[in-house]
């Protein structure tokens, strides 16, 4: 039987193309600002909201999305007035949200041991209609934000005090980033898991960057590589029935150490050029004075 006869395949697999693009696009923004664990403190967030979810039988999709959005905003709160505190309140944050997630489930009539492994881990066979919908939707939010504003998310990620100097509403968009974030880890989580979308993010991005020489670059290869390697893992998990989302984020571990084998050498080719270019234009000027001087 072909994978794309059966439905629940074909639900997986648009999920998981879905999550290839938006992962790594706002990762792009994340690894720029190093930010890069932001998605991992999101995801221990974002297990209240299923909890959540199964206590009050509504969607945990929608339900995660509404408490991780929230918990981006007080993650950026803690950001901005924190100071030396922060950190603390930060992993409070973070394991309070794992810890209610986790509590909540088992106070719901729903929750089970699985239920709570296929959203910590992923499960492709888990992805349902309603669940494909909300992905959806919240996908393309994080599309059109991640592709309309790329200029001023960059210009944010590259230098905060600059971009304010040019009337860009930093904080703003700082706070978007955060949610768009957040967003992201609800749209993941059913494809790779909660404790494993941070590497998703991060991961592709990392690989685009050992050959990719500008920003656009990397966050083209780096959506190329997270398409790859997240709709290969889905289908090789599968047939070789393993799970979906260790398959996706081994697979993006092997293609960053194989592009860094092929980078390293080319690296050190450029390296070589430019420092032959650059003793060819520090010698001319003193061939040329030589002459002169015959000359003279």
Same mark, same amino acid.
């Given at each position: 039987?072909d994978?794309l006869?059966l439905a629940?395949m074909?639900?997986?697999l648009?999920?998981?193309?879905?999550?290839?693009?938006t992962?790594?696009?706002?990762?792009t923004y994340l690894v720029q600002?190093?930010? =890069?664990?932001m998605?991992?403190?999101?995801?221990?967030v974002?297990?209240?909201g299923?909890g959540?979810?199964?206590?009050?039988n509504?969607?945990p *999709?929608w339900? /995660? !999305?509404?408490?991780?959005?929230a918990? =981006?905003v007080v993650?950026e709160?803690?950001r901005? $007035?924190?100071?030396t505190?922060?950190d603390?309140?930060?992993a409070?944050l973070?394991y309070g949200?794992?810890a209610?997630?986790?509590m909540?489930m088992n106070?719901?009539?729903?929750?089970?041991?699985?239920n709570?492994?296929? $959203?910590l881990?992923?499960?492709?066979?888990?992805v349902?209609?309603?669940?494909?919908v909300a992905?959806?939707i919240l996908?393309?939010?994080?599309?059109?934000t991640?592709v309309g504003?790329?200029r001023q998310l960059f210009?944010?990620?590259q230098?905060?005090?600059?971009a304010?100097? !040019?009337?860009?509403?930093v904080?703003m968009?700082?706070l978007?980033?955060?949610v768009? =974030?957040? *967003?992201t880890v609800?749209?993941?989580?059913?494809?790779?898991?909660?404790?494993?979308?941070s /590497?998703?993010m991060?991961?592709?991005? =990392?690989?685009?960057?050992?050959?990719?020489?500008?920003?656009?670059?990397?966050?083209?290869l780096a959506?190329?590589?997270g398409v790859t390697?997240?709709?290969?893992g889905?289908a090789?998990?599968?047939?070789?029935?393993v799970?979906?989302?260790a398959?996706?984020?081994l697979?993006?571990?092997?293609l960053f150490?194989?592009l860094?084998a092929?980078? !390293? @050498?080319l690296?050190k080719?450029?390296?070589?050029?430019t420092?032959a270019?650059e003793?060819?234009?520090?010698?001319a @000027?003193?061939e040329?004075?030589?002459a002169?001087d015959?000359r003279?």
């Open positions: 039987m994978i006869d629940f074909q639900r997986a648009l999920a998981a193309l879905l999550v290839g693009v992962a790594p696009a706002i990762g600002r190093r930010q =890069a664990l998605g991992d403190g999101l995801g221990h974002a297990l209240t299923v959540l979810g199964f206590l009050l509504e969607s *999709v339900m /995660a !999305t509404a408490v991780c959005i918990g =981006a993650m709160l803690i901005w $007035y924190g100071r505190r922060g603390i309140a930060l409070m973070f949200g794992m209610g997630g986790v909540l106070l719901s009539d729903s929750g089970s041991s699985a709570l492994s296929s $959203y881990f992923g499960s492709i066979a888990t349902s209609e309603e669940d494909l992905i959806c996908a393309a939010f994080v599309i059109l991640t504003l790329r210009a944010i990620c230098d905060e005090e600059f304010r100097v !040019t009337g860009l509403p904080r968009l700082n978007l980033v955060a768009t =974030a957040a *967003v609800t749209v993941a989580m059913r494809v790779v898991g909660l404790l494993l979308v /590497a998703l991060v991961i592709p991005v =990392a690989a685009s960057q050992q050959i990719a020489r500008s920003f656009k670059a990397t966050f083209a959506v190329g590589i390697v997240t709709v290969s889905t090789t998990s599968y047939y070789a029935d799970p979906s989302g398959t996706i984020v697979f993006a571990i092997g150490v194989v860094t092929l980078a !390293t @050498p690296a080719r450029r390296a070589g050029r420092a270019a003793e060819c234009t520090l010698e @000027p003193g040329r004075t030589a002169d015959v003279v």
